[in-house]
């Protein structure tokens, strides 16, 4: 009897564990996706259902990064997370800085562990950790929209294999607004990208204007006092906002690096002071032979470097000496020694200097100092990295041939590769020199874009296009290293479900089946949308009246859209200083239906259901001056020729994120305005 008992039970075990299963009811959570992707995960049973309360554990720190984390939350989720006092129930989120010695020793600078049960705890050594920590459950927040902002039970360790995570922007050649820096700085911290290297002035391309030093486009980009005028008229930032911008990145866990590059790209600087400027290897590169030299530059750093509470208020200061002649021997000795004394002089302000690696290419005898340095290591043939790291400096591995973006230049990355960089690569691979992973002498990882071609069209909507996908790729290969889980593809899909940050929306991406409808728009009407990004179409219907040229149909802070352009009164746009027509002329008196549709490489305007124009890239070459003398031998009463160049070209860009801020004041009637996004 006893027997059959056990064996009815048995038998009876049995069937309900088969039921559970098949039910699903003791499902184990799987590893849930984030970006970068947890390195250790434990799952449990189950969801966390939020209460919209947190606790915090850790003082004044852990508090301001819960106030953070709370106003985040609520941007991302549209719903308020508030604080409570004493011990937490279930459905809060616990913040807790703990820094004793052995969680600094189990977590490091930047990791943190997260558990999620009954109650969510975030616990980290340090404030980074705890950004870290924050951003991973808002990620996890966000992809459980439709079920309520759940979280799946289970447990994290996750810290990352590089201490350095970063991106670098061109600043110089192109003007970068100071609210697009901001969403930039809050996108990385997202993202767990902790530096971005900000590349204050650099000149364009000579042979693109003229062959003409004095004609070439050149830009430094933060205001100045010890040289008035030196500060760049067509965009630059006031040392108050570069102030505010490091504050903000702090708070998110963000280090800026200001870069004044010097003495190569340095044109901006002999534009103001032309006696400093190198006539014998172009005015880009400063006289290094010179002592005015040495005086200009040493003002141009003391001014953002000396005093309490300076300018550049981070650890990191980067100070160039890339891309310079090594012509001679002795302009190559003297790189060095003023490569030397700028890290020095850099160093004599507290702070860490960094470098783009070019003493393989300035090879010589002046000793330059390594000790404690920063080199970012670009291009093999400017700087072995092997030898780089033998003489002792700590490199940044961000080799130009996989991370450079040059937008719609032809050369280097327009996007980069991200399946090759998600497969193949991390911060350990420097061009074609393969380190060990964790190497101490690799700091870790960046990505860059350089907009070399000034006056191409590029918008920063357009970098924006080309820097997102690179940005989460990057933040997995830096984070994670070689221990990436999920397949290209499954990330590729997966990473579409994830904002650009809290409260960012740069690429103006709408949530899928989101339209807009307007059945009469009316002049100076606003329609609750900014703008709409590519991907778009917008269709109305319009009878036309006698529109002076410049009259508006949409603007935007970013963009206008035209029913008369200001030259010509044809329909077209404006953004950035560009202005594109579409050869099409609204008529008086005519009714027809148009519809604008917009992506990343062309802008198309169809007339009553039929394409009727598409402004694509269109390839303008430089037209440069030539030498007289040799004109002049077969006619001596020739003038300068000016002559096509086929080596110097652009590719122009007419794209446009739509704008749909604010109606103009036009005449014509519209109606049946019909916005939506693929």
Known sequence: MKKNLNDFKRLLLTACCTLVLSCGWATVNE?????????????????????????????????????LFAADYHDLVGRPLTPKTGKPSAGDIVLVLQSDKKSARL???????????????????SVEGLVWGTRTVLQLSEQQRSAGFVLP????????????????????????????????????SYYKMNTLQIHLNDNGFRQFFGNDWAKTPAAFRLECDTYPGLTAKDGSYSKAEFIELQKLAEQYGVNIIPEIDVPAHSLAFTHYKPEIGSREYGMDHLDLFNPDTYKFVDGLFKEYLEGKNPVFRGKVVHIGTDEYSNAKKEVVEKFRYFTDHYIKYVESFGKQAAVWGALTHAKGDTKVKSENVMMHCWYNGYADPKEMKRLGYKLVSIPDGLVYIVPAAGYYYDYLNCRYLYDSWTPAQIGNEKFEEND??????????WNDHAGNGITVKDIHDRLFPALQTLSAKCWTGAATSFSFEDFNRLRLALSEAPAVNESARWQKGKQLRIETLNPGQTTGEKEVGYGYRVEFTIEGADEPKGTVLFSSDNATFYLADPESG????????????????????????LAITG??????????????EELGPITLYAMQQKDLATFQKSDATATQPIVYNPSAKMHYQRTLVFPLQ?????KSRITGVKVEQE
């Open 31 to 67: 590893k849930p996706f984030v970006i970068p992707e947890l390195k250790q995960w434990s799952g449990a049973e189950g969801m966390f259902t939020p209460s919209g309360k947190y606790v915090v554990k850790g003082g004044k720190n852990a508090q301001e990064v819960a106030k």
């Open 107 to 125: 977590l490091g600078k930047e990791g943190y562990r997260l558990t999620i049960g009954d109650v969510t705890t975030i616990t980290a050594s």
């Open 153 to 188: 039970k289970g447990s994290a360790q996750d810290t990352p294999a590089y201490g350095l995570r970063g991106f670098m922007m061109d600043c110089g050649r192109k003007f970068i607004p100071m609210s697009y820096l901001r969403s930039l700085v809050k996108m990385m």
């Open 440 to 449: 101490p002498a690799i700091l870790g990882g960046m990505f860059a874009v």
């Open 570 to 593: 044809q329909l077209g746009f404006a953004h950035e200083g560009y202005l594109n027509k579409f050869n099409y002329r609204v008529e008086k008196g005519k009714k027809v239906t």
């Open 599 to 612: 992506d990343n490489r062309k802008t198309c305007l169809y007339v009553d259901g039929k394409l009727r």
């Open 662 to 666: 604010k109606a103009g004041d036009f």
